[in-house]
Each structure stands twice: as structure tokens, then as C-alpha cells.
């Protein structure tokens, strides 16, 4: 296989996230979104990720949040008090349905069209809390120059929270004949390549341009997070699965695999200037 440049890996996601845009609004849950945005208290976030933000402290914050998709996760944010939030995707057509599904909510999120490797500058040192959330991570080439680019967005003392999938699920294959065979490195080095649309559920049967999934260790994760400036504050595996469904065939098993996982990491206090309070460690 021939490797991309890590430029045409991410050019080439964006156009694939953009060409599966539309299987995404075709689903029964969207349908339902439109109108559940339209309560004030409106949630989609999971029991796990909301404790932690609750912990974490998002009351009366400025959160980003980096690879929104189609902006329900922001729109959440609100529930716990945010007071603005701003969500950042590449893909222009998941942003259209995430100012969709805010026109019909009472809050107002901004939502910026950029590559998370090319931010721009309206959002550097802006914010409390960046929040990445399940199925960004193996979308970036370079893992450490991803959380650079993430904690630039961050004030000192902000804090950066991680809520995805475990690395260890990247070996098995949960439709091979034995789920629980390991197919494929831990330590995998080449992405894996997709020419079919990204959907969360089946498949579909069409081409698209070529999708790259990049496999991150949990060493390089943290060495990536500390390599950007950020104090590791919390870190926990969790048995449940937060992917897509297939995954969940993995929990409540004797010999339980961890399935995802929550990291916080603080962005370390200007050296000089006034103190800047920091927001809490769970
Ligand atoms: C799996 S989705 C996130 C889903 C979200 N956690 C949710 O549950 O709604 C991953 C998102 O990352 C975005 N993405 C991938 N690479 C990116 C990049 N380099 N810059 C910005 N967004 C990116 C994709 O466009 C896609 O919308």
C-alpha cells in the first residue's frame, strides 16, 4: 500500500467525512435529534462523560470541542452550563447539520469550519475546557503534533478532556469469526484504509474517497498529551463500549478487555502575568 503524506491523509478524511454526511441524516436518530435539540436541557452525552465534566467544572466555562461532527455533543454542553461553546470540524457537510440542529435549539454554539492542524488564530488561548470525544483521535497522522495544536486553544491552567475509544480494540475485529482474536498489532504503524463511506451502523455499498485510521497507542497518547504542555490530571479505563454497537458484543465478559477510556490533562500557568484559577481536578 501506497502511505499518503500526512497532508493528503487529512485532506483525503475530509472529503470522505464530507461524502458520508448524507447516509448520517438518513437514520430514524436524526430525525429524532431535530426535535430533542429543541429542549433547553437537551443531552446526548453518556452518564461517564458527563460525571466528568461535571467534575471537571463546565459551569459558566468557554469550551471548544475538536471534531464536533454534526455539533450534538456541543449543543450538550449547554446542559452542564457552558456559558459559549465553540465546535471545530473539518467536514463542511457535518457543520451544515450541526447549524441545523442548533437552529432548532435555544442555544447558540459557533461552529468553525478548519483542520485541527491549521486552527486559526481567534481560537488560540481561548478556551477552559477542550473536549475530544469518541472517534477523533485515529483520524490525526501525528499524535503529538495533534495535541499541540489542541492545547494552543487552551488558557493556562485549562484543561484538556479526552473521552474515547481504547487503542487495544484497534486488534480485534469484532466480525471476524473469533471477535477475540487479535488480528492485527497492538504497535500497527500503517493506517487502516477505507473506500466506502463512514457510517456508524452496516455498511454501505458505494465508493468514496479513501478514509485513514491511525493506530495510537495509550504510551503514545500520553506522551503526545505531556509533549504539549499538559499535566496529566486524571486517567481511567472503562469496561463499556462507547463505539459503534458491534463493540458492544466485547462487554460484560469474564475476561474483560477495556473498552474506552477518560484522560484530563491541564494546560501548565503562565510563568508571569496574574494568576489564572484553575478549573477543577477530578
Ligand atoms: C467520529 S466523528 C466524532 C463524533 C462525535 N464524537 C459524536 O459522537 O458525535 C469524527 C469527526 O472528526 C472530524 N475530523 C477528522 N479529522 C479532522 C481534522 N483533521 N480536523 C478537524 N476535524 C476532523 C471528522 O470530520 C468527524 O466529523
Redo the contacts with the bound molecule.
Keep these: 500500500m501506497e502511505m499518503p503524506t500526512k497532508e493528503n491523509a ?1 485532506a483525503s ?2 472529503d470522505a ?1 464530507n461524502d458520508s454526511a448524507r447516509h448520517h441524516k438518513d437514520t430514524p436518530e436524526w430525525q429524532a435529534r431535530l426535535t430533542d435539540v429543541g429542549h433547553g436541557d437537551f443531552s ?1 452525552l453518556d452518564e461517564t462523560l458527563t460525571e466528568l465534566l461535571e467534575q471537571v467544572g463546565v459551569d459558566g466555562k468557554d469550551v471548544v470541542q ?5 455539533g ?2 456541543s449543543l450538550s454542553l449547554f446542559a452542564l452550563g457552558a456559558c459559549s461553546v465553540v465546535g ?4 463542511g457537510a ?1 457543520l451544515d447539520q450541526a447549524r441545523e440542529l442548533a437552529s432548532r435549539s435555544p442555544h447558540a454554539p459557533e461552529f468553525i469550519e ?4 491549521h486552527l486559526p488564530h481567534e481560537l488560540q488561548g481561548r478556551f477552559d475546557v477542550a473536549l475530544i ?4 483521535l485515529n ?2 497522522p501525528d499524535i503529538g503534533e495533534f495535541f499541540r495544536h489542541v492545547a494552543q486553544t487552551l488558557k493556562p491552567g485549562g484543561a484538556l478532556v479526552v473521552y474515547e475509544t481504547h487503542p487495544f480494540l484497534e486488534m480485534f475485529d469484532p466480525e471476524a469469526a473469533d471477535p477475540y482474536r487479535p488480528e492485527s498489532s497492538y504497535f500497527r504503524s500503517e493506517p487502516f484504509v477505507q473506500n466506502q463511506p ?1 457510517v456508524y451502523e452496516g455498511k454501505v455499498e458505494q465508493q468514496s474517497a479513501a478514509s485513514y485510521w491511525f493506530v495510537h497507542t495509550l504510551g503514545a497518547i500520553f506522551t503526545g498529551a505531556i509533549g504539549a504542555g499538559l499535566q496529566i490530571s486524571h486517567f481511567k479505563e472503562y469496561p463499556h463500549s462507547n463505539r459503534e454497537e458491534l463493540y458492544d458484543r466485547y462487554q460484560q465478559q469474564t475476561a474483560q478487555l477495556p473498552l474506552c477510556f477518560s484522560l484530563m490533562g491541564v494546560k501548565r500557568m503562565a510563568r508571569h502575568g496574574p494568576p489564572d484559577k484553575p478549573v477543577n481536578q477530578p
Design positions: 487529512i478524511n475530509r467525512w446526548c475538536l471534531g464536533c461532527n454534526n450534538r455533543e471545530v470540524d473539518q467536514s457535518f478548519a483542520d485541527i492542524h470525544t469518541i472517534g477523533v483520524w490525526m463512514i
